[in-house]
């Protein structure tokens, strides 16, 4: 099962730090962030694949940073400069052995 944690209430130009930890999953392939903000469909934030390349979508780039810690089977999502369209419910996803994982989503809402 994956664990998320970290989102939150926060101003425009702030910051939050996303973390999604697996536990009972083996052989962890690719890791990422997906979003869903009101009455929009899910979309992929970014994904990081095991040896670590990341591809982000473009909207995100130079704000956002995806890492993983490969030990702790945990991602990270930095996110910096946030506005309120990035206001959203954040699901962290997996894949192992063909078989996609998602966490229970965690609320972030970028509010003044």
């Known amino acids: 099962q994956l664990q998320a944690s970290g989102g939150g209430l926060v101003q425009p130009g702030g910051s939050l730090r996303l973390s999604c930890a697996a536990s009972?999953?083996?052989?962890?392939?690719?890791m990422g962030w997906y979003r869903q903000a009101p009455g929009k469909e899910r979309e992929l934030v970014a994904v990081?694949?095991?040896?670590?390349?990341?591809t982000y979508i473009n909207s995100m780039k130079g704000r956002f940073t995806l890492s993983r810690d490969n030990a702790k089977k945990t991602v990270y999502l930095q996110m910096h400069s946030l506005k309120p369209e990035d206001t959203a419910v954040y699901y962290c996803?997996?894949?192992?052995?063909?078989?996609?994982?998602w966490g229970q989503g965690t609320l972030v809402t970028v509010s003044s």
């Open positions: 996803k997996l894949d192992s052995l063909s078989r996609a994982y």
């Open positions: 990081i694949t095991r040896g670590g390349i990341t």
């Open positions: 009972g999953i083996f052989s962890i392939d690719n």
